[in-house]
């Protein structure tokens, strides 16, 4: 297996013995995880991509199915032959997650993670990050998170046999609080936001030496997520979108997404990156605030998309750049327009989809009404988590209806 670690921030190139005998999560020259600011010194996965051009090949990468990472080892830091067939297959996604739809007589793609083993798109990163505590010899995974990360690793722990540790604020709802908790995971409830937990399971699992999957500290979070970006690539055959909308907390996702076609793009199989879209809640805006004015100010998030509120992303240096390299931009949408578009996903396209991933529906809304988008751009949306992971989320506009006797009811229908 050839590829090193490379430090976002100096850029400093570290083999993979030193990070991962000596367990660094972030550079070990420059890496910083200070309060309530984006983490410093994270590391990504790099390879020998002259190599792998002249070893892979694209034909081939086509006849894969989607959503069994594992098909192609050279792309991935885990030696796969660790592991056997059955425990791969676990961690199986499905294979047509790439929907058409319209929508005012444009085309859309519905990239729908909403069915995946713990029904988000966290299971991409928390499938790489077990494999590899496994390949370490490590049983205990500790995360913080605010919902789905959580029950992702739960959930993926409890398939490969391993013992996870959660740590959420205490505005977790319910119905992922439940699912963490169902998994057989022990579960901390920190009376505080996010970040909150963020810090104390850093210390915790520090002094318990359990192995972190807090999103992007630990790179196989970022690594993982790049697998969308290869889902996508197969599933059109190589005619990739134009512009993906992608929903940002705390910016990992769209780093990953952002990782992945650039790798394409390396290995000469795409000849551009897709134009990424952040799509942020106005009440959780913290990168776009920083593409706008190039200074982080940490502010208190709020907003009923809980799955992208972070006052303090941990990724936000690397979320920027993605957005910067594809000639994207990052935007803002309120709650009830993101309310709007949860319910556009759910009666035009029979998709129930958490509020975090109506964001990509409202951010596709707003700039399509402000005559930002082509016609002939190719447009997708990332459809990241499942809506029955917040029903209070979905109370909120649709009325609890009242009781009728049968006879009240063959009345109103007309019927004798």
Request: net charge neutral; charged share 20%; hydrophobic share 40%.
């Amino acid at each position: 297996m050839n590829y090193l670690y490379k430090c976002f921030n100096c850029s400093k190139e570290i083999s993979s013995n030193v990070i991962e005998k000596e367990f660094h999560y972030l550079c070990p020259a420059c890496g910083r995880a200070e309060r309530n600011k984006p983490l410093e010194g994270v590391l990504t996965v790099e390879y020998d991509y002259f190599e792998l051009k002249r070893k892979l090949s694209r034909e081939d990468f086509f006849k894969l199915p989607p959503g069994k990472f594992w098909l192609y080892p050279d792309l991935w830091p885990v030696n796969f032959q660790n592991f056997n067939s059955e425990q791969l297959i676990k961690l199986s996604l499905p294979s047509d997650q790439l929907l058409k739809y319209k929508i005012d007589g444009r085309d859309l793609w519905l990239f729908d993670e909403t069915r995946n083993p713990t029904l988000s798109y966290k299971d991409r990163a928390s499938s790489l990050v077990a494999l590899k505590a496994l390949q370490l010899g490590i049983t205990e995974i500790a995360a913080a998170s605010t919902g789905n990360a959580g029950s992702s690793i739960a959930g993926i722990c409890a398939r490969l046999g391993l013992r996870s540790h959660i740590f959420v604020p205490s505005a977790i709802p319910e119905a992922k609080r439940i699912q963490i908790q169902s998994f057989g995971s022990n579960l901390y409830v920190v009376a505080g936001s996010y970040d909150d937990a963020f810090d104390l399971c850093l210390e915790a699992a520090t002094f318990n030496n359990w192995y972190n999957r807090n999103t992007a500290y630990n790179p196989f979070t970022i690594e993982g997520k790049k697998s969308a970006a290869f889902d996508i690539f197969i599933s059109t055959q190589g005619n990739i979108p134009d512009i993906i909308f992608v929903p940002v907390g705390d910016g990992v996702i769209i780093s990953g997404i952002y990782k992945g076609f650039t790798e394409l793009l390396k290995m000469g199989w795409i000849e551009k990156l897709p134009k990424l879209i952040a799509v942020q809640s106005i009440g959780s805006n913290a990168l776009v605030r920083f593409l706008e004015t190039g200074v982080f100010n940490f502010q208190v998030a709020n907003t009923i998309a809980d799955s992208i509120s972070a006052g303090a992303p941990r990724n936000l240096y690397m979320a920027a750049d993605s957005v910067n390299k594809t000639n994207g931009k990052a935007i803002s949408v309120t709650d009830d327009q993101i309310f709007s578009a949860q319910k556009i996903i759910a009666e035009k396209f029979g998709i129930l989809a958490e509020p975090s991933s109506a964001a990509s529906l409202a951010g596709y809304i707003k700039m399509d009404d402000l005559g930002e988008i082509s016609k002939r751009e190719k447009v997708l949306l990332l459809i990241t988590g499942n809506g029955l992971k917040d029903i209070s989320a979905l109370d909120k506009w649709n009325n609890k209806p009242g009781a009728k006797t049968s006879s009240r009811w063959k009345e109103s229908f007309g019927l004798k």
